[in-house]
């Protein structure tokens, strides 16, 4: 079955610095690809995503991503974190049948 | 423009007390989906409705019914509550199915169950 999985639960960055989140798929085609955010008190919201092409996709709030198929992995990058970046986030796919699957979430959080 | 609006934002039940989760969308979007965020599982999918009067199982539906009699409404009703249903849900809303069109989200209700 399709899988999502995000390794790490918990990252804290200083604030300026770069950041960078892991995600790895299971799934034998081209899969589709997104990144959401959960800031709090607030509903998931989309990022970015990732069907075909050009491999490096940006997104909103300054953030991008990385599809590389030799990996199975989509990480999330972003150059310089701001304390407004702390937040969930969220790595999904689409499965084979049309659902999306989520990861476990990271949690961000930003010292000053 | 609200988007998805849920209500309440937090609820604590006793064990065996029934509740409905209320979900609303003024975008008149055709699919809705109920999700459940454990900690540290991310969501799973409860049920989804692709237009009024049509809903469908998701990948964890078992304690929970759903009705869609409008297309702006679809509220989750959890009959017996157990403490497994202990969860945050997330109510969403997407034009059409598929990867082309983006879910989204409502705010969350907070559900304990004692």
């Known amino acids: 079955a399709q899988s999502v999985t995000q390794p790490d639960i918990h990252i804290t960055v200083s604030e300026g610095a770069s950041l960078e989140l892991r995600c790895n798929y299971s799934?034998?085609?081209?899969?589709?690809l997104f990144w959401y955010v959960q800031s709090p008190g607030q509903g998931l919201q989309l990022l970015l995503k990732?069907?075909?092409?050009?491999?490096l996709v940006q997104g909103i709030k300054g953030f991008e991503a990385e599809f590389k198929r030799s990996q199975s992995s989509f990480n999330l990058r972003k150059p310089s974190v701001h304390w407004s970046d702390a937040a969930e986030y969220f790595c999904a796919a689409y499965n084979q049948g049309g659902k999306l699957i989520f990861g476990q979430g990271t949690e961000l959080s930003v010292k000053p | 423009n609200a988007g998805v609006t849920q209500t309440p934002k937090f609820r604590i039940l006793k064990i065996g007390q029934s509740m409905t989760l209320q979900c609303t969308q003024d975008?008149?979007?055709?699919?809705m989906y109920w999700y459940r965020q454990d900690p540290g599982m991310g969501l799973k999918l409860i049920y989804y409705?692709?237009?009024?009067?049509?809903?469908d199982k998701g990948e964890v539906p078992n304690g929970y019914n759903v009705s869609r009699s409008t297309t702006e409404d679809f509220p989750l009703r959890l009959e017996l509550a157990a403490p497994s249903q202990t969860s945050v849900y997330f109510c969403?809303?997407?034009?059409?199915?598929?990867?082309?069109?983006?879910?989204?989200f409502g705010p969350g209700t907070r559900l304990t169950v004692l």
């Open positions: 799934y034998g085609a081209t899969p589709y």
């Open positions: 969403a809303s997407s034009p059409a199915g598929g990867p082309n069109n983006e879910q989204f």
């Open positions: 990732y069907f075909s092409g050009d491999t």
């Open positions: 975008m008149n979007h055709n699919y």
């Open positions: 409705s692709v237009g009024a009067g049509i809903t």
